[in-house]
């Protein structure tokens, strides 16, 4: 069985987060060996808007009438097993570009429902500062899953809630020097695999225990 993780960067840049995530995504494909399927997606450059709750989506069956870059991300939303959501710590929370990507899963889960309910996602921040609100960053970031119906995975003793790094405004140095953000992005990584695993392989057997059922 195929396990596919897409891991979402909502920074603007390409530079600390995105490290971070490289380093959690290499881990969780490691992990699922040639079972596994990785693929990263960057937000730089990317025009997406926030939901602007017009409610097509609600009238049309659940498509987004918004076209911008957030159209071919549907897709691969729908088609991952699980996903690492990774962001930078703005203002003690998610970026404005990660907040307008969770509002506009709206017709994925609340309107068209349940195309997301059998995923599971982990959670990375990285804040400038030490203690510069990685945690309510993360906690964001669990929110929004449970908006979205998806599983939230956590991390592991130490790092309860996901993995939480500080860049010092460093860029890719900055996560690669803080050594205890690179152990928990290496076990988030890890984890969100299994995860990936039991999600896909207890989808099947349920599917098959529900048609027989019927
Ligand atoms: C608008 C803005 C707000 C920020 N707010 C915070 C904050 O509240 N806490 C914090 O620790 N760092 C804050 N930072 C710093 C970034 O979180 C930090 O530089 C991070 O590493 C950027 O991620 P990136 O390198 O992936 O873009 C802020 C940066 C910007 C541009």
């Not at 409610?55 to 897709?75: P, S």
């Not at 309910?117 to 964001?140: L, M, N, S, Y």
């Amino acid at each position: 069985m195929k396990c596919r993780i897409l891991g979402i960067c909502g920074s603007p840049r390409t530079a600390s987060t995105w490290r971070g995530l490289q380093i959690a995504m290499e881990s969780a494909a490691e992990e699922l060996g040639g079972e596994g399927e990785t693929e990263l997606v960057s937000f730089k450059g990317k025009r997406i808007e926030p939901c602007n709750h017009c409610n097509a989506c609600k009238k049309n069956g659940g498509t987004c009438v918004i076209k911008d870059d957030m159209t071919e991300l549907y897709d691969k939303l729908i088609e991952a097993d699980a996903f690492v959501f990774a962001s930078p710590v703005y203002v003690m929370n998610v970026t404005p570009q990660m907040s307008a990507f969770f509002s506009r899963m709206r017709p994925l889960h609340a309107v068209k429902g349940g195309k997301l309910k059998d995923k599971v996602a982990t959670a990375i921040a990285v804040g400038g500062t030490r203690h510069g609100g990685q945690e309510q960053t993360v906690g964001a970031i669990v929110n929004a899953c449970l908006t979205r119906g998806i599983v939230y995975v956590g991390g592991e003793p130490g790092f309860y809630s996901g993995a939480m790094a500080w860049s010092e405004d460093k860029g890719a140095a900055g996560i690669d020097a803080d050594l205890i953000a690179v152990d928990a992005l290496k076990c988030s990584g890890k984890r969100i695999a299994r995860w990936a695993r039991i999600s896909a392989l207890g989808k099947a057997a349920a599917d098959k225990a529900e048609a027989e059922k019927k």
